[in-house]
C-alpha cells in the first residue's frame, strides 16, 4: 500500500491527499496517479522559458561546433546584419532548417527544428531577449503549459506560410519568388504576441486595451522593419502572429480558473512533438556526417 502524502493536484495546483480518487476542488479523476506519471517526465513545472532558451543555446553552439566532426570543409556566412560570423549552411541544414525541399521528401520534422536554429549571435540574441520578454508574460496569461503549447504551435504555422508561401504564388501566380530556407524563433515570438492580443481581447477592460495596444504596437513596428531589413522572412513573423492569434482565441475559451488537466496534456503532446523532430535531425545528422 502507498504511503499517504500530501501533493499538488496537476488539475488545479492546490494541495490534496495522494490516496483520493477524485479532487475536491476541480473534479479530476485520479489526481495521485497522474500527478506520479508528470512527475517522471518533470512536466508539472512552473516556467518553460529557460529550457526554451536552453535548447537554442545549446543547437547553436553545435551549429558553429559542427564542421569540427565533419572532414569536409563547411564554408562560413556573415549573420543578419553581416556584422559577425554565421553558422555554415550545411550545419544548418544538417540540424534541420526549415527547407521546402526537406519537406516534400517527408522530412516534416523540420518545421520543429527550424524553430531553434539561428544564423548568428544578433539573430539568437533578439529573438531570445524578446522569448524571456514575452515568455513569462504569456505564462502569466494562460500559464506555462499552454505558453509551451503557443510557442510551438505558432513556430510550425510561420515556418509553414514561409516555406509554401513562394511554391503556391510561383505555382499558380507565375512568381518567382525565391524559395529560401527558414530559420530562427522570431515566428514563434510573433505567435506569443498574438496569443496576447487575443487574450486581450477577450478580456476587456483597461488591462485587456493595454495589452491589445502594446502587443499590437510592437509586432506592427518588427512587421514594418522586416520588410525594411534583408534576410528577414516576414511571412514567418506573419503566419506565426495569425497563429499565435488563432491557438490563443482557443485557449483562453476557458473558464476563469479551468481544469489544468487538458493543458498539461496537450501540453506534453507538444513536447514529444519536439523530441520526436530533434531524434529525427539526430538520425539524419549522424547519417549524412557518415557519408560526408
Known amino acids: 500500500m502507498s504511503e499517504r502524502k500530501a501533493i499538488i493536484c496537476p488539475g488545479c495546483n492546490k494541495l490534496i491527499s495522494n490516496y483520493l480518487d477524485t479532487c475536491p476542488h476541480c473534479g479530476m479523476k485520479q489526481p495521485g496517479r497522474k500527478q506520479r506519471v508528470l512527475s517522471i517526465f518533470k512536466f ?75 544564423g548568428g549571435v544578433l539573430h539568437i540574441l533578439f529573438n531570445m531577449m524578446w522569448v524571456r520578454d514575452l515568455g513569462p508574460q504569456t505564462e502569466y496569461l494562460f500559464g506555462p503549459h499552454k505558453m509551451l503549447i503557443i510557442f510551438v504551435l505558432s513556430g510550425i504555422a510561420g515556418n509553414m506560410v514561409a516555406i509554401f508561401t513562394p511554391l503556391v504564388a510561383n505555382t499558380f501566380l507565375g512568381t518567382r519568388l525565391p524559395m529560401i530556407p527558414v530559420i530562427g524563433a522570431s515566428g514563434a515570438v510573433f505567435g506569443l504576441m498574438g496569443a496576447i492580443i487575443a487574450f486581450g481581447r477577450r478580456r476587456g477592460g483597461i488591462f485587456g486595451r493595454q495589452l491589445v495596444r502594446q502587443m499590437g504596437m510592437w509586432a506592427a513596428i518588427l512587421i514594418v522593419m522586416g520588410f525594411l531589413m534583408s534576410g528577414v522572412s516576414n511571412a514567418a513573423h506573419i503566419g506565426g502572429f495569425i497563429g499565435g492569434f488563432i491557438i490563443g482565441q482557443i485557449l483562453s475559451l476557458g473558464k476563469p480558473n479551468p481544469n489544468r488537466s487538458a493543458a498539461i496534456w496537450g501540453a506534453l503532446f507538444t513536447a514529444g512533438i519536439c523530441v520526436i523532430s530533434f531524434l529525427m535531425m539526430a538520425i539524419r545528422l549522424v547519417d549524412l556526417i557518415g557519408r560526408l
Not at 58 to 70: E, G, H, K, N, R
Not at 94 to 108: H, P, S
Not at 109 to 115: D, G, K, P, Q, Y
Open 44 to 118: 508539472n513545472t512552473r516556467s518553460f522559458v529557460k529550457p526554451i532558451i536552453t535548447v537554442n543555446v545549446i543547437l547553436f553552439v553545435l551549429s558553429y561546433a559542427l564542421p569540427l566532426f565533419i572532414r569536409t570543409p563547411l564554408p562560413a556566412g556573415r549573420d543578419l546584419f553581416g556584422l559577425l560570423p554565421s553558422p555554415s549552411y550545411v550545419s544548418l541544414n544538417l540540424l534541420g532548417w526549415a527547407d521546402i525541399r526537406l519537406i516534400l521528401t517527408g522530412n516534416w520534422w523540420v518545421l520543429v527544428t527550424a524553430m531553434f536554429l539561428h
